[in-house]
């Protein structure tokens, strides 16, 4: 049914949700509470040129048609959720609303669930999902591939040309609002290890793979993230990294960003003057301890 | 409206100019569509006379649209080592005499070709039409051969079509920005210029095609004549030359075939139809033969391409391409990208070959031999010469499509004695495992709601409390334990039935896997073949396949090297002799009875402990003698649907079993695997 214009937003005690009247089968309101945007952290976004204007493209709406529904597959830590940060932020300039794939979801938490209010009637809490069709924003499912299958069937409707979102709790059907965008992630290991359900699969297409990040690009990420780490310190984690890669090993941008951190917690703790070798044993001791990195061949 | 005329006319006289950029075929099709509209009684080309005389204009015409080289040999170079890879049958170094030349690529995309080639093209148009051709450029021996320049700043070509010349060389000249020149192209001008105002002062119509960098500094010249030098020089002896015709991938490699060859063939195949045929030719229609062509040939290679995923990939390469200002899509950041990602790489495969067919080839025998040198050198060897072949640096970068090979210790170990797995391999049947498993469990213990008594459990029962409340019961309800969860170890054997119906050509037993449970005893069918390649190589389907999964992950066993192994085989001792399984099913007194892929699920039945999971089709029958043993032994059978699997999914496990090596080992006359062997790693 279609979205009654009633809209009122609910004082503090429901910290910050907004109420939407729908309309149900037989035509009877059904107040549903929505949840608020997810805040976006304020970072800058390094590199991923290519991939930023691959999304921006499948989200173009052309001739009447609607934006595609992309997925992003890759290793954790390589900057799925940054991208989409950086998107809804500068790309689109969209609200986003984060959905958390578990695998305990269940499908009606994709459209809205009942809790029981304070009066005790039962009151309906509608998802990140929702909200993002409702407002025109961009929903972000992030771990999808966590998801049971079956939790994941009323995304049909919302991927294909339908795009309406049904509650069969509440007895209400949503038309997504023509600016709502849908971004999946998922890693890689979930989906070599069986994906997405099949029908699921072709309505979340493209799929983007996102790879480590050269070493130039992870050092400029942590160099950005950590404005005032010493430069001594950078250049041991330059040298680690490459001596990482040397053997194979690829260090994505979380572990680096990890390893520089705690780092420099290490040194704040020890108070030594810190040497090119001195941060070179100290980057090599922190990533035993925090990224589980092994000796490091170039180092010792 | 009127579409715009192809060339830009010289100030009010006869001379109509195509400036083009070399083997890009929206200037060939520029020349074609000029020579279609007008009969000229001249046409001009940016070629020294002295390929003329040659007979360059012949050569074109009869071996057009085989891409050729014309080679002016100019001395001996140096001595070059072979690449090892090439060395014919053996390993020892071997050098070949090099000689430098003159190189001028001939492929049908290229203006200049296309300028020569009309005459003949449009006899039909024009019967009768032999206009004079003049080679008007200086004598040059320096210059070095190029890749074909892709449009500066992203812009298509096609656009020439769509603004017209005047309106794209303006924008062409904008986003370029001022180049420096050599003083041997100012030479070239003046020469040229020099070479046309005689034709143009006879009144003749002239069609000129040249380089888009040179028109500027003609034109220039054309308007103040007084700075003309005399046109007469001295022509190189070129008596020398040889055609080398090449492959077409190699044209295509070196940016002579224009971005899409399979384009620049329909293109051919259009003017073969007949002169209005090549005038109406539209780039961008053309597509339509490579999607025409791919889904043919994925319908003959059974790959399974659906309609969705073909909607969504042509959407998204609309996009793609409308983002980035063009009309026709690159091949790989547009086109080959949007079907990997939107329909499968294996699809990817088909349409790169659509996309890169152009048939027309001398023949193997007689093409060049190319090798390829380091930092894109090659030599060519022809007619018992070499020549070396070099482009400057810069110029447009080919980004091909390039697998992942497998890490060199994975590919070094290849002793063939035992069959090696990949952890994507192993992984899937491990996922595919737990995915049956988590049904079959749900099957035998369904999940139960039940009011809440102090524990969560599993979780709430919405619906039902939802329901207790409108019936005004107001209780809460839970869900019971359900299956279990996770792809954790799980000992019951596993039986995949694809195919229950086939004839059985081989079996194969593999005793020994890697990482995670180096030793499970896995058994194979393998089905009946199907035969490739006019009946020579024959490509086994897996049929059926049992996992006993009988041994559980000892840690970080592998099987690396005789020390490995033997503590392999001594952790597998210390196990109860029940679980080790070692079996050849086939050679067992106890399964004779069982035929075909009945054998697996007896097999299986024998070593499990309580239960055994079956996937087989829903339309094949449980066998009566199956049952009937699994009774006997007290084992209870799982039946599942295959079709509950996804189908991708399913072929992708049947794929896996005949890729033991990495793809790269294969060698001729297997090459061919690759084709039909989905990749392991990339």
């Known amino acids: 049914m279609s979205l009654a214009?009633?809209?009122?937003?609910?004082?503090?005690?429901?910290?910050?949700?907004?109420?939407?009247?729908?309309?149900?089968?037989?035509?009877?309101?059904?107040?549903?509470?929505?949840?608020?945007?997810?805040?976006?952290?304020?970072?800058?976004?390094?590199?991923?040129?290519?991939?930023?204007?691959?999304?921006?493209?499948?989200?173009?709406?052309?001739?009447?048609?609607?934006?595609?529904?992309?997925?992003?597959?890759?290793?954790?830590?390589?900057?799925?959720?940054?991208?989409?940060?950086?998107?809804?932020?500068?790309?689109?300039?969209?609200?986003?609303?984060?959905?958390?794939?578990?695998?305990?979801?269940?499908?009606?938490?994709?459209?809205?669930?009942?809790r029981i209010a304070d009066n005790g009637r039962i009151e309906y809490v509608g998802s990140p999902l929702l909200a993002a069709m409702i407002q025109g924003g961009i929903c972000f499912f992030d771990e999808i591939g966590k998801v049971p299958g079956r939790a994941l069937s009323l995304l049909a409707s919302v991927l294909d040309d339908r795009r309406t979102l049904t509650s069969v709790?509440?007895?209400?059907?949503?038309?997504?609002?023509?600016?709502?965008?849908?971004?999946?992630?998922?890693?890689?290991?979930?989906?070599?290890?069986?994906?997405?359900?099949?029908?699921?699969?072709?309505?979340?297409?493209?799929?983007?793979?996102?790879?480590?990040?050269?070493?130039?690009?992870?050092?400029?990420?942590?160099?950005?993230?950590?404005?005032?780490?010493?430069?001594?310190?950078?250049?041991?984690?330059?040298?680690?990294?490459?001596?990482?890669e040397a053997e194979s090993v690829r260090v994505s941008p979380r572990q680096a960003l990890t390893l520089l951190s705690f780092a420099s917690r290490l040194l704040l703790v020890g108070r030594v003057e810190l040497t090119p070798e001195r941060a070179e044993d100290l980057i090599q001791r922190a990533a035993e301890m925090s990224v589980g990195g092994e000796r490091n061949p170039g180092a010792a | 409206m009127r579409p715009e005329a192809p060339w830009i006319r010289f100030e009010q006289t006869g001379l109509h100019v195509v400036p083009s950029i070399h083997h890009r075929l929206a200037f060939a099709h520029s020349v074609y569509r000029s020579c279609y509209e007008k009969r000229f009684d001249v046409i001009a080309v940016e070629l020294p006379r002295s390929l003329r005389d040659v007979g360059l204009v012949e050569s074109v015409r009869r071996r057009a649209p085989v891409p050729v080289l014309l080679i002016q040999p100019s001395g001996i170079l140096d001595s070059v080592e072979l690449p090892a890879r090439d060395r014919p049958g053996g390993r020892e170094p071997q050098n070949r005499r090099v000689e430098r030349g003159f190189v001028l690529p001939i492929t049908s995309s290229d203006s200049m070709v296309m300028a020569l080639r009309c005459p003949a093209l449009l006899q039909?148009?024009?019967?009768?039409?032999?206009?004079?051709?003049?080679?008007?450029?200086?004598?040059?021996?320096?210059?070095?051969?190029?890749r074909a320049l892709a449009s500066p700043s992203g812009l298509d070509d096609y656009e020439v079509q769509v603004r017209g010349p005047r309106a794209f060389w303006r924008i062409w000249e904008a986003r370029r920005g001022a180049s420096p020149r050599a003083e041997l192209d100012e030479q070239r001008d003046r020469v040229m210029a020099a070479r046309l105002r005689p034709l143009i002062d006879s009144g003749a119509s002239v069609l000129f095609v040249c380089g888009?960098?040179?028109?500027?500094?003609?034109?220039?010249?054309?308007?103040?004549?007084?700075?003309?030098?005399?046109?007469?020089?001295?022509?190189?002896?070129?008596?020398?030359?040889?055609?080398?015709?090449?492959?077409?991938?190699?044209?295509?490699?070196?940016?002579?075939?224009?971005?899409l060859p399979r384009l620049v063939w329909e293109f051919e195949e259009a003017c073969r139809r007949g002169p209005d045929g090549g005038r109406r030719f539209d780039k961008r229609r053309a597509l339509d033969v490579i999607w025409e062509g791919s889904i043919g040939e994925a319908r003959r290679q059974g790959l399974g391409v659906s309609v969705r995923a073909l909607g969504k990939m042509a959407r998204?390469?609309?996009?793609?391409?409308?983002?980035?200002?063009?009309?026709?899509?690159?091949?790989?950041?547009?086109?080959?990208?949007?079907?990997?990602?939107?329909?499968?790489?294996?699809?990817?495969?088909?349409?790169?070959?659509?996309?890169?067919?152009?048939?027309?080839?001398?023949?193997?025998?007689?093409?060049?031999?190319?090798?390829?040198?380091?930092?894109?050198a090659y030599l060519i060897e022809f007619a018992g010469r070499t020549f070396l072949l070099t482009f400057p640096k810069g110029g447009r970068k080919l980004v091909l499509r390039t697998r992942v090979r497998p890490p060199e210790s994975e590919a070094r170990e290849d002793s063939g004695r035992w069959m090696r797995d990949w952890p994507e391999e192993v992984e899937l049947r491990r996922s595919m495992e737990a995915r049956a498993q988590r049904l079959a469990l749900r099957r035998i213990r369904p999940p139960r709601s039940r009011r809440f008594a102090g524990t969560l459990a599993e979780g709430p029962d919405w619906r039902r409390t939802v329901r207790s409340f409108a019936s005004g019961q107001r209780q809460l309800y839970v869900r019971e334990a359900g299956p279990a969860r996770g792809a954790g170890w799980h000992p019951d054997p596993f039986v995949w039935i694809f195919d229950s119906r086939c004839r059985i050509v081989e079996r194969d037993c593999v005793n020994w896997e890697r990482a995670p449970s180096p030793c499970i005893a896995t058994l194979l069918y393998i089905a009946s073949s199907r035969f490739l390649a006019r009946g020579r190589i024959r490509a086994d389907r897996l049929a059926a396949f049992?996992?006993?999964?009988?041994?559980?992950?000892?840690?970080?066993?592998?099987?690396?090297?005789?020390?490995?192994?033997?503590?392999?085989?001594?952790?597998?001792r210390k196990l109860p002799h029940a679980r080790i399984c070692r079996v050849v099913p086939w050679k067992d007194p106890e399964f004779a009875s069982f035929a075909g892929t009945h054998q697996a699920i007896a097999a299986a039945i024998r070593y499990a402990s309580r239960r055994v999971i079956v996937v087989a089709p829903s339309t094949a029958a449980p066998d009566a003698d199956v049952m009937a043993y699994a009774k006997r032994r007290g084992i209870e059978l799982c039946r599942l649907a295959l079709e509950e699997f996804p189908v991708s999914l399913v072929q992708r496990f049947r794929d896996h079993h005949f890729a033991p090596s990495p793809i790269d080992s294969y060698h001729a006359p297997y090459a061919w695997c690759r084709k039909y062997v989905p990749p392991i790693y990339g």
């Not at chain 1, 689109?92 to 959905?99: A, D, F, S, V, Y």
């Not at chain 1, 997405?196 to 297409?205: F, I, K």
């Not at chain 2, 070129?238 to 492959?247: K, M, N, S, Y």
């Not at chain 2, 049992?546 to 597998?572: I, Q």
């Open chain 1, 5 to 114: 214009t009633i809209t009122a937003r609910v004082g503090a005690e429901s910290r910050g949700f907004t109420r939407h009247i729908f309309q149900d089968g037989a035509g009877s309101p059904v107040s549903v509470l929505l949840p608020a945007p997810d805040p976006l952290p304020i970072r800058s976004f390094i590199g991923r040129e290519q991939a930023v204007e691959r999304c921006a493209a499948a989200w173009l709406s052309m001739g009447g048609a609607s934006p595609l529904h992309l997925r992003l597959v890759g290793p954790p830590g390589v900057g799925k959720n940054a991208l989409v940060y950086h998107l809804a932020q500068k790309v689109e300039q969209k609200q986003l609303w984060i959905l958390q794939g578990h695998d305990d979801l269940a499908p009606e938490d994709l459209a809205c669930t009942p």
């Open chain 1, 169 to 244: 709790l509440a007895g209400f059907t949503v038309t997504a609002s023509p600016d709502f965008r849908f971004v999946a992630a998922m890693n890689e290991s979930d989906d070599v290890a069986g994906g997405l359900p099949e029908y699921l699969d072709e309505r979340l297409r493209p799929v983007l793979r996102l790879d480590h990040p050269p070493v130039t690009e992870t050092l400029a990420i942590v160099r950005s993230a950590v404005p005032h780490a010493e430069e001594v310190l950078l250049e041991a984690v330059r040298k680690w990294l490459v001596s990482r």
């Open chain 2, 124 to 146: 039909e148009r024009w019967p009768g039409w032999d206009p004079e051709i003049h080679f008007v450029d200086a004598e040059h021996e320096s210059e070095p051969v190029r």
């Open chain 2, 212 to 259: 888009a960098a040179h028109w500027p500094g003609i034109e220039r010249h054309l308007r103040s004549p007084g700075a003309l030098p005399p046109a007469e020089e001295q022509k190189p002896d070129r008596r020398d030359h040889l055609i080398v015709p090449v492959d077409p991938f190699a044209a295509w490699l070196w940016g002579w075939l224009d971005d």
């Open chain 2, 316 to 376: 998204y390469l609309e996009r793609l391409v409308a983002a980035s200002g063009r009309w026709i899509p690159e091949l790989d950041s547009h086109l080959i990208h949007a079907v990997e990602t939107c329909v499968g790489e294996a699809f990817a495969d088909v349409v790169e070959a659509q996309a890169l067919h152009f048939p027309a080839r001398a023949g193997r025998k007689q093409e060049a031999t190319i090798h390829g040198l380091r930092q894109g």
């Open chain 2, 546 to 572: 049992t996992d006993f999964n009988l041994v559980p992950p000892p840690g970080d066993l592998c099987l690396e090297g005789p020390a490995s192994r033997a503590r392999a085989l001594r952790s597998v």
